[in-house]
Protein backbone atom coordinates (compact mmCIF):
# COMPACT_ATOMS: atom_id res chain seq x y z
CA UNK A 1 0.00 0.00 0.00
CA UNK A 2 1.33 3.61 -0.59
CA UNK A 3 -0.81 5.05 2.41
CA UNK A 4 2.01 6.64 4.61
CA UNK A 5 0.31 4.95 7.71
CA UNK A 6 -1.30 1.64 7.49
CA UNK A 7 -4.49 1.74 10.29
CA UNK A 8 -5.98 -1.23 11.61
CA UNK A 9 -8.37 -2.29 14.67
CA UNK A 10 -8.15 -6.35 16.16
CA UNK A 11 -9.00 -8.33 18.89
CA UNK A 12 -8.98 -4.89 20.88
CA UNK A 13 -5.48 -3.97 19.39
CA UNK A 14 -5.46 -0.81 17.42
CA UNK A 15 -2.30 -1.35 15.39
CA UNK A 16 -0.61 1.77 13.74
CA UNK A 17 2.41 0.85 11.08
CA UNK A 18 4.40 3.88 9.74
CA UNK A 19 4.72 2.55 5.84
CA UNK A 20 7.52 5.31 4.40
CA UNK A 21 10.25 2.39 4.04
CA UNK A 22 12.59 4.19 1.51
CA UNK A 23 13.03 6.54 3.95
CA UNK A 24 12.92 4.43 6.97
CA UNK A 25 9.93 6.25 8.28
CA UNK A 26 10.55 9.28 8.35
CA UNK A 27 7.92 12.51 9.14
CA UNK A 28 6.29 14.53 6.66
CA UNK A 29 3.37 16.33 6.73
CA UNK A 30 1.03 13.53 5.53
CA UNK A 31 2.30 11.17 8.02
CA UNK A 32 1.62 13.55 10.12
CA UNK A 33 -1.86 14.06 9.39
CA UNK A 34 -2.40 10.12 9.28
CA UNK A 35 -0.55 9.84 12.64
CA UNK A 36 -2.80 12.52 14.25
CA UNK A 37 -5.92 10.95 12.64
CA UNK A 38 -5.18 6.91 13.65
CA UNK A 39 -4.65 8.54 17.36
CA UNK A 40 -8.05 10.05 17.51
CA UNK A 41 -9.92 7.42 16.21
CA UNK A 42 -7.64 4.64 18.25
CA UNK A 43 -8.89 7.25 21.08
CA UNK A 44 -12.34 7.23 20.37
CA UNK A 45 -13.12 3.28 19.31
CA UNK A 46 -14.36 2.13 23.06
CA UNK A 47 -13.60 -1.51 21.24
CA UNK A 48 -9.72 -0.41 21.94
CA UNK A 49 -7.89 -1.58 24.34
CA UNK A 50 -4.55 -1.20 23.45
CA UNK A 51 -2.15 0.34 20.61
CA UNK A 52 0.56 -1.31 19.07
CA UNK A 53 3.06 1.18 16.94
CA UNK A 54 5.60 -0.84 14.69
CA UNK A 55 7.61 0.29 11.23
CA UNK A 56 7.87 -1.34 8.12
CA UNK A 57 10.71 -2.04 6.20
CA UNK A 58 14.34 -1.91 7.60
CA UNK A 59 13.97 0.79 9.71
CA UNK A 60 11.05 1.86 12.76
CA UNK A 61 11.76 5.80 12.01
CA UNK A 62 14.16 8.22 11.04
CA UNK A 63 12.52 11.09 12.34
CA UNK A 64 11.86 14.50 10.47
CA UNK A 65 11.65 13.55 6.91
CA UNK A 66 14.93 16.32 6.31
CA UNK A 67 13.90 16.04 2.34
CA UNK A 68 10.72 18.32 3.75
CA UNK A 69 13.29 21.25 4.86
CA UNK A 70 14.27 24.13 2.62
CA UNK A 71 18.06 24.82 4.02
CA UNK A 72 19.19 26.54 0.89
CA UNK A 73 21.73 29.36 1.29
CA UNK A 74 19.69 32.44 1.45
CA UNK A 75 15.90 30.94 2.36
CA UNK A 76 13.98 31.90 4.83
CA UNK A 77 14.86 29.32 8.28
CA UNK A 78 12.27 27.06 8.61
CA UNK A 79 10.09 27.75 11.87
CA UNK A 80 10.77 24.33 13.79
CA UNK A 81 9.55 25.85 17.08
CA UNK A 82 5.99 25.71 14.76
CA UNK A 83 6.48 22.52 13.77
CA UNK A 84 7.03 20.82 17.29
CA UNK A 85 4.08 23.31 18.47
CA UNK A 86 1.80 22.06 15.58
CA UNK A 87 2.40 18.33 14.71
CA UNK A 88 5.08 16.77 17.17
CA UNK A 89 3.87 17.94 20.45
CA UNK A 90 0.30 17.22 19.51
CA UNK A 91 1.09 13.64 18.42
CA UNK A 92 3.67 13.15 21.32
CA UNK A 93 0.69 14.48 24.29
CA UNK A 94 -1.67 12.04 22.24
CA UNK A 95 0.46 8.98 22.49
CA UNK A 96 1.21 9.70 25.97
CA UNK A 97 -1.95 10.17 27.07
CA UNK A 98 -4.40 7.14 26.31
CA UNK A 99 -6.21 5.76 28.26
CA UNK A 100 -5.17 1.51 27.39
CA UNK A 101 -1.14 0.19 26.82
CA UNK A 102 0.91 1.05 24.36
CA UNK A 103 3.42 -0.85 23.03
CA UNK A 104 6.28 -0.01 20.49
CA UNK A 105 7.86 -2.77 18.48
CA UNK A 106 11.20 -0.93 17.46
CA UNK A 107 11.78 -3.25 14.09
CA UNK A 108 14.96 -1.48 13.13
CA UNK A 109 16.82 1.74 13.34
CA UNK A 110 14.91 4.62 15.75
CA UNK A 111 16.75 7.92 15.34
CA UNK A 112 15.52 11.35 16.34
CA UNK A 113 12.17 12.16 17.15
CA UNK A 114 11.77 8.27 15.78
CA UNK A 115 13.56 7.00 18.54
CA UNK A 116 11.63 9.57 21.17
CA UNK A 117 8.32 8.15 19.95
CA UNK A 118 9.23 4.77 20.94
CA UNK A 119 10.05 5.93 24.25
CA UNK A 120 7.24 7.36 24.78
CA UNK A 121 5.09 4.08 24.56
CA UNK A 122 4.37 2.03 27.48
CA UNK A 123 6.46 -0.90 26.48
CA UNK A 124 9.00 -0.88 24.49
CA UNK A 125 10.11 -4.04 22.54
CA UNK A 126 12.98 -3.95 19.69
CA UNK A 127 14.17 -6.61 17.73
CA UNK A 128 17.80 -7.21 18.36
CA UNK A 129 19.31 -5.58 15.45
CA UNK A 130 17.52 -2.32 16.14
CA UNK A 131 19.15 0.51 17.20
CA UNK A 132 18.27 3.87 19.06
CA UNK A 133 20.21 7.27 17.80
CA UNK A 134 19.28 10.86 19.39
CA UNK A 135 20.37 12.26 16.07
CA UNK A 136 19.80 15.71 16.98
CA UNK A 137 22.75 17.03 17.95
CA UNK A 138 24.79 16.35 14.43
CA UNK A 139 22.47 18.45 12.58
CA UNK A 140 22.18 21.34 15.20
CA UNK A 141 19.09 20.58 16.81
CA UNK A 142 18.09 19.48 20.48
CA UNK A 143 16.62 16.31 21.09
CA UNK A 144 12.53 16.61 21.03
CA UNK A 145 9.24 14.97 21.01
CA UNK A 146 9.85 14.28 24.64
CA UNK A 147 13.36 12.93 24.65
CA UNK A 148 15.13 15.88 27.20
CA UNK A 149 12.18 14.43 29.99
CA UNK A 150 12.39 10.71 29.05
CA UNK A 151 15.61 10.01 28.66
CA UNK A 152 17.20 11.26 31.98
CA UNK A 153 14.52 9.65 33.63
CA UNK A 154 14.76 6.61 31.87
CA UNK A 155 18.95 5.81 31.70
CA UNK A 156 19.85 8.95 34.13
CA UNK A 157 21.37 12.00 33.57
CA UNK A 158 24.93 10.89 32.96
CA UNK A 159 23.48 8.82 29.75
CA UNK A 160 21.17 11.22 28.87
CA UNK A 161 23.85 13.81 28.38
CA UNK A 162 26.47 11.34 26.50
CA UNK A 163 23.53 10.16 24.10
CA UNK A 164 22.23 13.36 23.22
CA UNK A 165 25.42 15.38 23.19
CA UNK A 166 27.26 12.75 21.06
CA UNK A 167 24.06 11.18 18.87
CA UNK A 168 26.43 7.79 18.89
CA UNK A 169 24.22 4.56 17.78
CA UNK A 170 23.00 2.88 20.94
CA UNK A 171 21.89 -1.02 20.65
CA UNK A 172 19.14 -2.50 21.04
CA UNK A 173 20.90 -4.89 23.59
CA UNK A 174 22.33 -1.88 25.46
CA UNK A 175 19.02 -0.07 25.58
CA UNK A 176 17.89 -3.22 27.16
CA UNK A 177 20.74 -2.98 29.80
CA UNK A 178 19.90 0.52 30.50
CA UNK A 179 16.65 0.41 30.90
CA UNK A 180 15.85 2.32 28.14
CA UNK A 181 13.42 -0.25 26.47
CA UNK A 182 11.68 -3.09 28.31
CA UNK A 183 12.95 -5.99 26.18
CA UNK A 184 14.92 -6.84 22.91
CA UNK A 185 13.77 -9.60 20.85
CA UNK A 186 15.07 -12.07 18.22
CA UNK A 187 14.38 -10.34 14.80
CA UNK A 188 11.82 -12.68 12.94
CA UNK A 189 9.92 -13.22 16.68
CA UNK A 190 9.65 -9.55 17.02
CA UNK A 191 5.78 -8.88 15.33
CA UNK A 192 4.54 -11.62 16.98
CA UNK A 193 5.35 -10.94 19.79
CA UNK A 194 5.11 -7.90 20.32
CA UNK A 195 1.42 -8.67 18.96
CA UNK A 196 0.74 -11.00 21.47
CA UNK A 197 1.89 -9.14 23.86
CA UNK A 198 -0.95 -5.92 23.32
CA UNK A 199 -3.44 -8.80 22.49
CA UNK A 200 -2.85 -10.06 26.05
CA UNK A 201 -3.01 -6.10 27.63
CA UNK A 202 -6.24 -5.63 25.42
CA UNK A 203 -7.91 -8.33 27.68
CA UNK A 204 -6.79 -6.93 30.99
CA UNK A 205 -8.48 -4.53 33.44
CA UNK A 206 -8.31 -1.35 31.14
CA UNK A 207 -9.28 1.29 33.58
CA UNK A 208 -7.34 -0.16 36.04
CA UNK A 209 -3.95 0.00 32.88
CA UNK A 210 -4.92 3.73 32.36
CA UNK A 211 -4.96 4.73 36.13
CA UNK A 212 -0.99 3.02 36.22
CA UNK A 213 -0.21 4.83 33.69
CA UNK A 214 -1.57 8.30 35.42
CA UNK A 215 -0.08 7.48 38.54
CA UNK A 216 3.46 6.89 37.15
CA UNK A 217 3.35 9.50 34.80
CA UNK A 218 2.57 12.00 37.45
CA UNK A 219 5.18 10.70 39.80
CA UNK A 220 8.14 12.29 38.00
CA UNK A 221 6.69 15.38 39.40
CA UNK A 222 5.37 14.64 42.62
CA UNK A 223 7.16 13.93 45.98
CA UNK A 224 6.34 10.80 48.05
CA UNK A 225 3.61 12.57 50.24
CA UNK A 226 1.79 14.04 47.05
CA UNK A 227 2.36 10.57 45.11
CA UNK A 228 0.72 8.60 48.35
CA UNK A 229 -2.09 11.18 47.94
CA UNK A 230 -2.72 10.35 44.34
CA UNK A 231 -2.04 6.77 44.71
CA UNK A 232 -5.58 7.03 47.19
CA UNK A 233 -7.13 9.02 44.55
CA UNK A 234 -6.48 6.54 41.90
CA UNK A 235 -7.11 3.29 44.00
CA UNK A 236 -10.94 4.91 44.42
CA UNK A 237 -11.15 4.88 41.20
CA UNK A 238 -10.11 1.54 40.46
CA UNK A 239 -12.03 0.13 43.12
CA UNK A 240 -15.18 1.06 41.49
CA UNK A 241 -14.53 -0.66 38.44
CA UNK A 242 -15.77 -3.77 37.69
CA UNK A 243 -13.00 -5.30 36.60
CA UNK A 244 -12.04 -4.33 39.94
CA UNK A 245 -14.96 -6.85 41.04
CA UNK A 246 -14.15 -9.46 38.59
CA UNK A 247 -10.64 -10.01 39.82
CA UNK A 248 -11.44 -10.51 42.89
CA UNK A 249 -14.01 -12.78 42.69
CA UNK A 250 -12.46 -14.50 39.70
CA UNK A 251 -9.22 -15.28 42.40
CA UNK A 252 -11.68 -16.07 45.05
CA UNK A 253 -13.60 -18.81 42.66
CA UNK A 254 -10.06 -19.36 41.35
CA UNK A 255 -11.22 -19.45 37.75
CA UNK A 256 -9.42 -17.02 34.94
CA UNK A 257 -10.98 -13.67 35.02
CA UNK A 258 -12.87 -12.22 32.05
CA UNK A 259 -12.16 -8.67 32.26
CA UNK A 260 -14.58 -5.82 30.09
CA UNK A 261 -12.19 -2.64 30.21
CA UNK A 262 -15.24 -1.49 32.32
O1 LIG B 1 12.27 19.80 11.40
C1 LIG B 1 11.53 19.75 12.34
O2 LIG B 1 10.28 19.73 12.20
C2 LIG B 1 12.07 19.67 13.71
C3 LIG B 1 11.89 18.31 14.26
C4 LIG B 1 12.87 17.44 14.20
C5 LIG B 1 12.70 16.04 14.65
C6 LIG B 1 13.83 15.16 14.19
O3 LIG B 1 13.64 13.98 14.14
S1 LIG B 1 15.33 15.86 13.73
C7 LIG B 1 16.34 14.44 13.36
C8 LIG B 1 16.09 13.98 11.95
N1 LIG B 1 16.65 12.68 11.70
C9 LIG B 1 17.94 12.47 11.50
O4 LIG B 1 18.76 13.36 11.57
C10 LIG B 1 18.34 11.08 11.11
C11 LIG B 1 18.79 11.06 9.68
N2 LIG B 1 19.07 9.71 9.23
C12 LIG B 1 20.21 9.05 9.55
O5 LIG B 1 21.05 9.54 10.27
C13 LIG B 1 20.39 7.70 8.95
O6 LIG B 1 19.52 7.57 7.84
C14 LIG B 1 20.08 6.55 9.95
C15 LIG B 1 21.19 6.52 11.00
C16 LIG B 1 18.72 6.72 10.62
C17 LIG B 1 20.09 5.20 9.19
O7 LIG B 1 21.29 5.08 8.48
P1 LIG B 1 21.43 3.96 7.33
O8 LIG B 1 22.83 4.04 6.83
O9 LIG B 1 20.94 2.67 7.87
O10 LIG B 1 20.39 4.38 6.18
P2 LIG B 1 20.52 5.58 5.13
O11 LIG B 1 21.16 5.09 3.90
O12 LIG B 1 21.10 6.78 5.80
O13 LIG B 1 18.95 5.90 4.86
C18 LIG B 1 18.18 5.12 3.95
C19 LIG B 1 17.39 6.08 3.10
O14 LIG B 1 16.50 6.82 3.96
C20 LIG B 1 18.28 7.10 2.43
O15 LIG B 1 17.67 7.46 1.21
P3 LIG B 1 18.29 6.94 -0.17
O16 LIG B 1 19.73 7.35 -0.19
O17 LIG B 1 18.12 5.45 -0.14
O18 LIG B 1 17.45 7.62 -1.21
C21 LIG B 1 18.20 8.28 3.36
O19 LIG B 1 18.44 9.51 2.76
C22 LIG B 1 16.75 8.21 3.81
N3 LIG B 1 16.56 8.86 5.12
C23 LIG B 1 16.97 8.42 6.31
N4 LIG B 1 16.61 9.27 7.26
C24 LIG B 1 15.98 10.29 6.65
C25 LIG B 1 15.93 10.03 5.29
N5 LIG B 1 15.37 10.88 4.41
C26 LIG B 1 14.85 12.01 4.91
N6 LIG B 1 14.84 12.31 6.24
C27 LIG B 1 15.40 11.48 7.12
N7 LIG B 1 15.37 11.78 8.44
Redesign the pocket.
Known amino acids: SEAPLLYTVEDGVARLTLNRP ?3 N ?2 NAELHAEMRQALKAARQDESVRALLLTGNG ?2 FC ?6 D ?1 NVAPGAEA ?1 D ?1 GE ?2 EK ?2 NPMLRALRDLPFPTVCAVNG ?1 A ?4 ANIAMACDIVLAARSASF ?1 Q ?2 C ?2 G ?1 VP ?2 GGTWTLPRLVGMARAKGLAMLGD ?1 LSAEQAEQWGMIWKVVDDELLADEALTLARHLATQPTRGLALIKRALHASADNDFDAQLDLERDLQRLAGRTNDYREGVAAFMEKRKPSFKGE
Not at 62 to 67: E, F, I, K, T
Not at 111 to 114: C, I, L, P, R
Open positions: DNLSFRGAGQDLSRPLSLRYVAGAGIAFKILDSK
